[in-house]
Structures are given as structure tokens and as C-alpha cells.
């Protein structure tokens, strides 16, 4: 079975760091793309970043380019996004998602989200 | 950056309805769209990709249609544990795809 597990959230100042982990098991992690998407509190779906399997491409979204950075480990099977100088509006539940092969950039699996919140 | 307008934002029906919900990009992206499901407090769930084709395990009630700029999400008998919010996603421009604004299924 799939299984992708997020930690890391929490509350943080503005200004502040954070780094989240993404666990993942049930499939061969070192062969799929890897991306997170956020929801802030009532709000729709955004996408943040993307990974290739090797890690030789990455993408972020312009609202977090230049402060987030994503990573993977495929050895411990686990996905990360470091996220510096945190504003206000980074405010969401952030899911780690499964690249679906083949429709690429669509997700057929997602963890259960984890919740970063940034308030003073 | 290609825009994605969902409608409606929300809709009332009863178990047994017809649902159509759709969604307009702001220019061509060919078949490049995907549906899918959210209920409270838990992740999305991929119901359909390239418009039209179901995702594995999801039931035959659903169906995507269109291309270009207009598509449309169909559930043919509205069951209880349809009662969510759709979203649609457009992946044409790869890899920042855009979600639409979300249509609240309600019941009535």
C-alpha cells in the first residue's frame, strides 16, 4: 500500500525556518517525481515545487522562489522542503503528492497534509 | 500564467441528481486537466486525468469531458459519499499547473 506521511509543521514567526519531511513507502520512491502542494485554511489547491527521481530537475512556484528549497533522499525513502523567511501568507496544510506516471504533474497520491502555520 | 475559472462555487443536490460542474482555462491546453475530490479534513483524491480518462478505482458515475478551453466534470447519480469539493488542474503548463477554485457539493 502507499503511504506518504508528512511532519514537520508547526508554528513559526515571520521570518522564521522550517523544514518539512515527507516519509514514503508502499512503491519504489526512487522512480517517481515528487511534489508539494499547499492549501491555505479554506482555500484552494497551489502548487509549490517539484523533484525528478534523480533530484537533477526542480521547479518551485514563483511565491516561493528563492526561500523554499526542496530535496530527496532516496536512500531512507523521504522527501523534504526547507522553508526560509516564512511569511504570513505560507500559512496552509502542506501535502507531500505523488507524480503520476504517465499524466505528468497530476498526483494519485498525497499524504494527510501537515499544518504550518506563521503568526507573530 | 494560464487561468482557471471553476463553476459554480457551490451547488446544492440530492442523492440521485445529475451533477455537472465546469471549468474554463484562459487559453488552449489541449487535453491537459484533471479532476479531483476533497473531503474535510483529508487530502484530494484524483478522480480523472486528460480529461476524460477515469483514475483507477474511481467509479464509473464520474466522467470528464472536453478540450481546449471548456471541460466539464459529470456525476451521473450523486451518491452520499460524493458530497465534497471538486477541484479541477490544469497541466499544460507544466510543471506549474493550476488548480481551479473548488465547487462544494452540498446536499440539499
Known amino acids: 500500500e502507499v503511504q506518504l506521511v508528512e511532519s514537520g509543521g508547526g508554528l513559526v514567526q515571520p521570518g522564521g525556518s522550517l523544514r518539512l519531511s515527507c516519509a514514503a513507502s508502499?512503491?519504489?520512491?526512487?522512480?517517481?517525481?515528487m511534489n508539494w502542494v499547499r492549501q491555505a485554511p479554506g482555500k484552494g489547491l497551489e502548487w509549490v515545487s517539484y523533484?525528478?527521481?534523480?533530484?537533477?530537475?526542480?521547479y518551485y512556484a514563483d511565491s516561493v522562489k528563492g526561500r523554499f528549497t526542496i530535496s530527496r533522499d532516496n536512500a531512507k525513502n523521504s522527501l523534504y522542503l526547507q522553508m526560509n523567511s516564512l511569511r504570513d501568507e505560507d500559512t496552509a496544510v502542506y501535502y507531500c503528492a505523488r507524480e503520476q506516471v504517465p499524466a505528468a504533474n497530476t498526483f494519485d497520491y498525497w499524504g494527510q497534509g501537515t499544518l504550518v502555520t506563521v503568526s507573530s | 500564467a494560464i487561468r482557471i475559472t471553476q463553476s459554480p462555487s457551490s451547488l446544492s443536490a440530492s442523492t440521485g441528481d445529475r451533477v455537472t460542474i465546469t471549468c474554463r482555462a484562459s487559453?488552449?491546453?489541449?487535453?491537459?486537466l484533471a479532476w479531483y475530490q476533497q473531503k474535510p479534513g483529508k487530502a484530494p483524491k484524483l478522480l480523472i486525468y486528460a480529461a476524460s480518462t477515469l483514475q483507477s478505482g474511481v467509479p464509473s458515475r464520474f466522467s470528464g469531458s472536453g478540450s481546449g478551453t471548456d471541460f466539464t466534470l459529470t456525476i451521473s447519480c450523486l451518491q452520499s459519499e460524493d458530497f465534497a469539493t471538486y477541484y479541477c488542474?490544469?497541466?499544460?503548463?507544466?510543471?506549474?499547473?493550476?488548480f481551479g477554485q473548488g465547487t462544494k457539493v452540498e446536499i440539499k
Open positions: 487559453q488552449g491546453i489541449s487535453s491537459y
Open positions: 523533484i525528478s527521481s534523480s533530484s537533477s530537475t526542480i
Open positions: 508502499g512503491f519504489t520512491f526512487s522512480s517517481y517525481s
Open positions: 488542474q490544469q497541466y499544460y503548463s507544466y510543471p506549474q499547473g493550476t
